[in-house]
């Protein structure tokens, strides 16, 4: 079980877009569609942005989306907005009844 | 109204014992996994322990296996973590955590605001 790899920040300027990567193994993210990512903004808790890849929760601005190639996961934000700034963190099955997180990325709006 | 409460941190002396449980309400319980997930403030998010809506199947991080031990009564519509053992390294926000499905998934989509454990001596 190891923890996923994000970068520790990421930025852009307001209707730039910005994508964040999530690297695994074949084992989490490579093995199946069970990707989500969460957005947590300072003292709040965890929403869901992205699941099974590039699925939007309803409500979820379609300028979020995710797609998946090998064992990385990428989550691109475009038309990025300042209420955009905050932590992302990717998930993944890893099989076994086993989640993992990835270590998360600091999103700065400039 | 869907919510997860959360109850049961406090501090704790390294190696002994802390029950956390979490009331579930505003939903079908007993039809979904859940979880907890913790989060050193400041820090990443963990997951620590998930189960299935039945608890037939159940899993731990390495971090916390052999010491912690999940649980639900659907019946109550609460979700339980025993923490034995506690380790510095524990202290954290301690989050319950909805599964979108009745197994085990890596999509939660209600929170609860969190339990703070802290482990000190």
């Known amino acids: 079980q190891s923890a996923l790899t994000q970068p520790p920040s990421a930025s852009g300027s307001p209707g730039q877009s910005v994508t964040i990567s999530c690297s695994g193994t074949?084992?989490?993210?490579?093995?199946?569609?069970?990707v989500s990512w969460y957005q947590q903004h300072p003292g709040k808790v965890p929403k869901v942005i992205i699941y099974e890849v590039s699925k939007r929760p309803s409500g979820v601005p379609d300028r979020f989306s995710g797609s998946k190639s090998g064992n990385t996961a990428s989550l691109t934000v475009s038309g990025l907005q300042a209420e955009d700034e905050a932590e992302y963190y990717c998930?993944?099955?890893?099989?076994?009844?086993?989640?993992?997180f990835g270590g998360g990325t600091k999103l700065t709006v400039l | 109204e869907v919510k997860l409460v959360e109850s049961g941190g406090g501090l704790v002396q390294p190696g002994r014992s802390l029950r956390l449980s979490c009331a579930a309400a505003g939903f079908s319980f007993e039809d979904f996994g859940m979880h907890w997930v913790r989060q050193v403030p400041g820090k990443g998010l963990e997951w620590v322990s998930g189960?299935?809506?039945?608890?037939?199947?159940?899993a731990y991080a390495d971090s916390v296996k052999g010491r912690f031990v999940i649980s639900r009564d659907n019946g109550k519509n609460s979700l339980y973590l025993q923490m034995n053992s506690l380790r510095v390294e524990d202290t954290a926000l301690y989050y319950c955590?909805?599964?979108?499905?009745?197994?085990?998934?890596?999509?939660?989509?209600?929170w609860g605001q969190g339990t703070m454990v802290t482990v000190s001596s």
């Open positions: 189960i299935t809506w039945n608890s037939g199947g159940i």
């Open positions: 998930s993944s099955y890893a099989g076994s009844n086993v989640v993992v």
């Open positions: 955590a909805k599964d979108t499905a009745y197994v085990i998934t890596d999509t939660f989509d209600i």
């Open positions: 074949s084992s989490d993210v490579g093995g199946d569609n069970y």
